[in-house]
Every structure is written in C-alpha cells, then in structure tokens.
C-alpha cells in the first residue's frame, strides 16, 4: 500500500550524450583526460552535431566558452562534458547553447549544438570526453569501449 511513497531510487547509469563512437579516454589526445586527471570516464567522436544529457539531473556549470558542460546527475555523480580538444581557444564560437545553469534535464535532452564546418576549418579535434569528475566517491563500471552508441540508449558508465 506504502510502495507508492517510498523514493524512487535515482538511475546509476550514463548513458552516451552523442550518436557516434565510444573510446576510451587513454585513447584522447589530450593528457589531462588520458591520465584521467579530471576523473574516470570515456570518450566519443561525433557523428553529429548535437550533445545530450547523458542522465537526468541539473545543469551545474557552463564554461564561459560554451566548451564544456557540468551536470549534477540525480544520484549525485558530477558529470562533465568538454565537447573536443582545444575548443576552449575559441571563446564560444561555433557553440549554441540550449540550457543554462541551474535547468533540470532529464536524460536525452539537447544540452548544445556544434557548428561542425567551423570546427573543421579550425582543425579542431571533436573528440569529446565525458568523465565524473567525483568519481573516487562511486563504484564506476565503465561499460564496453570502441562501439557505436545512439545518443540516451546506450549505457557507457554505471555509478553505484
């Protein structure tokens, strides 16, 4: 009779905020994400140009540079985004952002869009790596790498 007032318990897992390809971070081409500095994770290249939440949460922080995304997902994991390498030097061009500080999300929702020609023509790696910057206070399990993924369907890191 009670089970509709017990708490749902908050989903462990992220899931891919792109359509693409799954790598693992020792595989970017940046030390900081190779050594993990940052946090645990994985990494993906872009089939397209728009980047999802990868789990329900809030929106804790957007770089002034529309580069990179924070969320605080449900079951508290400090998720961060940094769409490709280096694109911080370009001081928010070629970025639209589709949410601000403090929104909720819910998992698969448009976060922001890249302006792939303009990334080209920079030269600019896409590669985007998503790590749990908190993630010496979870168990992390990260899920199978160098496979496709869709965008809010495919598992890539489970936090417990």
Known sequence: MFERFKKKKADPQLYAPVNGQCISLEQVKDPVFQSKMMGEGTAFILEDDTIYAP?????????????????TADNKADVLIHVGLDTVNLNGKGFSIYK??????????????????????????????MVVTNSSEFQLTIVNQDFKVAKGESVVITCE
């Open 55 to 71: 789990c329900d949460g809030e929106i804790s922080m957007i770089a002034v540079t529309k580069h990179a995304i924070g969320l």
């Open 100 to 129: 601000q500080s403090g929104d909720k999300v819910k998992r698969g929702e448009a976060l922001l869009k890249v302006d792939r020609s303009l990334m080209e023509s920079e030269n600019i790696d896409l590669t985007t790596p």
